[in-house]
């Protein structure tokens, strides 16, 4: 950049610039040296072998040596029959079991080492987002982003429920009255309002109609545009090849392929999904 | 921060349940009822127990010209005050005994309890303050934690609020503290009530030591309360469904509430049984006529005393005496008995605290027992406050038998039984004035019990911090 300003005639503003960029990129080093995970989500040789006594005469492990990456902005979606470990993975990311061997890391931290700071930047969505009937969705949310760590006054808890697209109508409402769709929004508005940098899905739009399942999509890629890792499992085919940006198919606990959504139809993946499981 | 944020949800989901409300809402309305009525049959009772001492006092000064020992056969009663907190516990004053008769020659035992007079219907326990507190609040306790943890789990929000990277610990504890302030809830209002009685009562001036009582009332009950409801959190977190949750507190709450207190008494029964109100009797009438060694029959002292006032004051015969010999026979005969009495009544008041200290014992495993000790001895209804009261209506007994004796000795001969004291000699002799010991000495009496609330409550509180220190809480599947 020097050449380009040379004897330019603000020389004071170059200055200006100069230093301010040579800050930024001093503050983004010492982030890159900090924390700056090169991937969001990794898994690296990831086993689980539950206890013989849950899986009966089943000595083939649940999940075995998976290694992938997600990387910021992209979407990641694992494909499978049931029992091929796609839950049993996020629930390694979670933390919310202990891996056999290898290891799950988010934004660089080993979740099995650092089970609450690896938190921080996951957002998890299950299947059915399940919320406590006797509160709003309105302190639901404020609930949720509290125990993450973020206090958000009654505007942004209101922008957020409503950048999730629930109405705002709802918004004050008992979840007990709430449909499935309604949940899954304060589901997203949650994941929202911690900021996450990846989010974990599980199976988010099975239950959904096509036009829930749609804006859900919708709101995915945005979050997707701007910066997150997802990671999410689905039995959809069609809309894993819609929103996804790559695609993995599981089989008996093994990544048995990986595929670039953008460069198949849909068809055709559901033809490789038939031939793999 | 997170925990008070945990305890805040806790306690803003579980006031819009309904069942709360109610739940609560009954058990704070019969501690109201059980304060209120408490209270009115305090003070009734203490009223009329006063009113009694007055008019056997009365009795006892309006007595007519007579013999000093006709004035011990004529005797006076002594009636036991209502301490003041009784009213929260009555412990064991609905059996014990209210009133004694006090007169020359015996010691009589404690007569005329509540019970006497009420209907069998007493047997299955009075509605009292203490009764909600001890039994019913643990219910209450139970029936809001059960399921704080595996309703979690059950509907899946457990999940979502540990992926929010909350620390085991930090939910635990916040669900605690949110369950402590429901309980603080419906508890307080009945507590203020209780306070607010008892100043009125006093005249907004009550003593000291009542208020320490009081103090340390509130305090035991919620170290107790607080020990039930880390339990019963710790019982939901590590139990598989709400169901098996609720099923194994129902069953600790009945071992702990109902089979194991009934077990050690009838148990403290049969391994320290006491005689028959007969035999107990005829031990006593055979140690007086034959000397409590057995060896020294009530005559051969008679004139073992005869010979040696008679040395003493230099005389050879009875009728030379400058006093009268049947006061000093009758004083010694009182020492005599009152010393036969005193060991029997202590072999049977000790027969009674094992049968107690046997509660207190397994007061170490079960912090019910440990608090109903304490919760007794607090408000002065227990074992040793009764011993207490009874001990001091004996001294006094003693002292008036003594100085009737005393002055039968000094202002008359011997065999004259027909010389009378003046009717202001009764107001001389002292009135009894019963006066309740010191919160210290009611400590002291149940330091073990306190010990046995503290040490299960640091093993419990340990335990559970160490089990949930590897715990995710979460099926392992």
Not at chain 1, 133 to 153: K, W
């Amino acid at each position: 950049m020097g050449e380009k300003f040379k004897g330019g005639r603000c020389e004071s503003h170059q200055l200006r610039q100069k230093l301010q960029r040579r800050a930024e990129v001093s503050t983004q080093l010492a982030w890159f040296t900090y924390k700056r995970p090169t991937t969001m989500l990794q898994a690296i040789d990831l086993t689980k072998r539950y206890t013989p006594e849950r899986r009966t005469a089943n000595a083939e492990p649940a999940l075995d040596k998976l290694t992938l990456t997600v990387q910021p902005g992209e979407i990641f979606c694992l494909l499978g029959q049931n029992g091929a470990g796609k839950t049993t993975t996020i629930n390694l990311f979670l933390g919310f079991l202990k891996p056999t061997a290898g290891q799950a890391l988010v934004g660089g931290l080993n979740v099995a080492e650092y089970p609450q700071e690896s938190k921080k930047f996951l957002a998890y969505l299950p299947e059915t987002v399940m919320l406590y009937p006797n509160l709003s969705g309105l302190e639901n949310l404020d609930f949720f982003a509290q125990l993450a760590g973020f206090r958000h006054s009654a505007d942004q808890l209101h922008t957020l429920l409503t950048r999730a697209g629930l109405q705002s109508e709802a918004h004050m409402g008992r979840v007990s009255t709430y449909s499935k769709g309604m949940r899954q929004k304060v589901g997203i508005a949650i994941a929202l309002a911690k900021q996450a940098k990846a989010l974990l899905l599980d199976e988010p739009t099975s239950g959904l109609d096509p036009k829930a399942a749609n804006e859900f999509s919708d709101i995915l890629r945005t979050l997707s545009a701007d910066g997150a890792a997802i990671l999410m499992t689905t039995h959809d085919i069609f809309r894993a090849k819609e929103i996804g940006t790559r695609i993995g198919i599981m089989r008996e606990g093994k990544l048995v392929e990986t595929l670039a959504a953008d460069e198949l139809t849909a068809n055709e993946l559901e033809a490789i999904y038939l031939q793999t499981v | 921060m997170i925990r008070r944020l945990i305890a805040q949800n806790e306690f803003t989901q579980t006031r819009r349940d309904r069942r709360f409300v109610v739940a609560g809402g009954v058990v704070l309305l019969l501690l109201l009822v059980a304060t209120w009525t408490g209270f009115r049959n305090y003070q009734s009772l203490a009223d009329k127990r006063a009113q009694a001492n007055q008019t056997a006092r009365a009795a006892w000064l309006g007595q007519p010209e007579k013999n000093p020992h006709s004035a011990a056969h004529y005797g006076t009663f002594a009636f036991r005050p209502k301490s003041d907190l009784s009213f929260l516990d009555f412990g064991l004053d609905t059996y014990t005994g209210v009133s004694v008769y006090l007169e020359g020659h015996r010691q009589n035992d404690a007569k005329f309890s509540a019970a006497e007079d009420a209907t069998v219907l007493i047997r299955f326990g009075e509605m009292t303050v203490a009764f909600v507190l001890q039994l019913l609040i643990p219910l209450l306790i139970i029936f809001l934690c059960f399921s704080t943890f595996t309703r979690e789990r059950e509907e899946n929000t457990l999940k979502l609020v540990l992926s929010q990277g909350v620390s085991v610990a930090d939910l635990y504890w916040g669900k605690v503290r949110g369950m402590s302030q429901l309980v603080a809830l419906v508890v307080g209002p009945a507590l203020l009530l209780a306070g607010g009685l008892l100043f009125a009562q006093t005249g907004f001036s009550a003593t000291a030591d009542t208020l320490l009582r009081l103090g340390l009332f509130v305090l035991i009950y919620a170290l107790y309360f607080f020990l039930f409801i880390a339990g019963s959190v710790f019982v939901s977190a590590r139990s598989e469904s709400s169901r098996s949750s609720l099923l194994t507190l129902l069953s600790i709450w009945i071992v702990a509430c109902v089979v194991l207190p009934k077990a050690t008494a009838n148990l403290g029964e049969s391994l320290f049984s006491v005689p028959s109100n007969y035999a107990f009797k005829r031990l006593i009438h055979e140690d007086e006529e034959k000397g409590i060694d057995g060896h020294n029959p009530s005559n051969a002292r008679a004139k073992e005393l005869e010979k040696k006032v008679l040395a003493q004051y230099g005389v050879d015969s009875v009728s030379q005496l400058p006093v009268n010999f049947d006061g000093i026979v009758m004083q010694e005969g009182e020492k005599y008995t009152s010393m036969v009495y005193q060991k029997h009544f202590r072999a049977l008041q000790e027969q009674f605290q094992r049968q107690n200290s046997l509660a207190t014992v397994v007061g170490f495993v079960n912090p019910y027992l440990a608090v109903r000790n304490l919760s007794m001895g607090l408000s002065g209804s227990d074992y040793a406050h009764f011993l207490d009261f009874k001990g001091k209506a004996e001294q006094y007994r003693f002292g008036l038998v003594e100085r009737l004796n005393n002055q039968m000795k000094t202002f008359s001969k011997t065999g004259d039984w027909e010389k009378k004291v003046s009717r202001e000699f009764w107001a001389k002799t002292p009135d009894f004035a019963y006066q309740l010991p010191s919160v210290g000495w009611a400590l002291r009496q149940h330091a073990l019990s306190g010990l046995a609330l503290l040490l299960f409550g640091g093993v419990l509180l340990w335990g559970i911090g160490r089990s949930l220190s590897n715990s995710t809480l979460l099926p392992a599947a």
